[in-house]
């Protein structure tokens, strides 16, 4: 199948001005901190607790997060580079043009949350929860996203190549017009409305086959 089918085409973050430019997190961040232009490298971000913080043209890069929770948080024109973003608590926050690359996200709570412009590549997503969030023009890309929970998200314009899907919940998540046949699909929890109009290869159906009772002569 052609690529070019598999993408849906995102816009990428503005940070060309800010590349060389360091910012240093040398106090405990608030709620309703506002952090914009510049990089955050290689450092450890622990053992704290904000609200409604925001990020607005920042590249973290090599950053590794612990005990943290930003709920409500604002991140425009982000890009996160090899971080480690593991049980870090985004719930109910707003994604708009942002880069996730080479990050692990085992266990990231992104629940209830907005998601425009969004691109995931080479992610470790296993455990993620993206339950009732809103996607619109997100990729994931060569990710990892064993049961993961997509419960009642809403795609529009969201693409999926390459990545392991299994496991993963995706239940009342409509998968109508989204490509998964690059994808590894064995244990994925759907209903059967969920999956109409999704496009998958033929020999991909057997990961299907108990969910429409289907009975696997071998």
């Known amino acids: ?98 880069e996730l690359i080479n990050c692990k996200m085992v266990g990231t709570n992104m629940s209830e949350s907005t998601l425009r412009n969004v691109l995931f590549e080479n992610c470790n997503g296993s455990y993620a929860l993206f339950r009732f969030s809103d996607f619109k023009q997100v990729n994931f890309n060569n990710s990892l996203l064993r049961s993961a929970d997509f419960y009642k998200s809403k795609f529009v314009k969201v693409s999926f190549k390459d990545s392991n899907l299994q496991q993963a919940g995706m239940t009342g998540a409509k998968l109508k017009g989204i490509d998964l046949s690059s994808c590894e699909l064995e244990g994925l929890g759907v209903t059967v409305e969920d999956l109409a109009g999704c496009i998958v290869y033929p020999e991909q159906v057997i990961s299907f086959s108990k969910l429409i009772g289907l009975i696997i002569k071998t």
């Open 1 to 98: 199948m052609d690529d070019k089918n598999l993408h849906c085409k995102i816009l990428p973050p503005n940070l060309l001005q800010w590349e060389q430019d360091i910012l240093s997190l040398d106090k405990a961040i608030q709620t309703e901190d506002s952090f914009s232009g510049g990089i955050i490298s290689n450092c450890l971000i622990e053992n704290q607790k904000a609200d409604h913080v925001a990020f607005k043209q920042i590249i973290f890069k090599n950053v590794t997060f612990i005990e943290v929770s930003f709920k409500y948080i604002d991140l425009t024109d982000v890009r996160f580079e090899n971080c480690d973003l593991s049980n870090l608590d985004l719930s109910e926050s707003v994604l708009h043009r942002v």
